[in-house]
């Protein structure tokens, strides 16, 4: 077993003031590793995935698989309109760091109307060892955040750990990209394009009938 002990099990006052307890996962690593972790500390934990619709199929059968690791659903979350839809809106302009309309329109959007106006608190895979980086963290006031690997100083070696007890493992496609998304993600690496092009040439085929749009609008 691990030998981390979550602050959570210690912290009733907020296991028993918030009605709701959510984690998002991404089909990442840490986010999955996450969610194991809080299994037994939160029995009523409500999980969820943004479909976005253009995840890679290896994330959608680790899903499936961490579903039964986890004994309970993981809840689908769909924005109401698709990527097509806002590449339109945004005039066949590609997300950008700048412009990341993508993930506003396709995740967040879809949280926050889940999420409502109850009061939640959130959990969110940042790890001890990256502390600087900022995941989903919501400006609505109802929502609380919490660090579960910060907390208790869970690093990259202590998720690996955490999949490899729960006997799942690592999503297959770590074996060609450094992390889950859609499959036309244009923060991809060259090398992850190519790893694309070998293990889902229609994928990529699609990506590139995207791009040859975007270059149609210019
Ligand atoms: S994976 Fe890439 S394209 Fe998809 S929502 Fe995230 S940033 Fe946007």
Known sequence: M????????RDEQAMAESPRHICGISGGKDSSALAVYLRDCVP???????????????TY???TRLEVILGKPIRRLNAQRGFDHWFE??????PSPQMRWCTKNMKIKPIEAWIGSEPAISYVAIRADES????YISTKPNITTRFPFVEDGVD?????????????????????RTRSGCYFCFYQRKAEWIGLSERHPELFDR???IEQKVLQVR
């Not at 809106?89 to 590609?94: D, I, K, N, S, W």
């Not at 600087?132 to 995941?135: E, F, H, L, Q, V």
């Not at 990259?156 to 060609?176: K, M, S, T």
């Open 132 to 135: 600087n980086r900022k995941g």
């Open 207 to 209: 990506a590139v009938a």
């Open 156 to 176: 990259h070696a202590g998720v690996l750990r955490i999949l490899d007890e729960a006997g799942i493992g690592l999503p297959a496609y770590y074996d060609w």
């Open 61 to 63: 059968e680790y899903l």
């Open 44 to 58: 009523d934990m409500e999980y969820f995935f943004c479909d976005t619709g253009a995840e890679l199929p290896e």
């Open 2 to 9: 691990t030998s981390y002990t979550s602050t959570l099990l």
């Open 89 to 94: 809106v945004f005039r066949g302009t590609l």
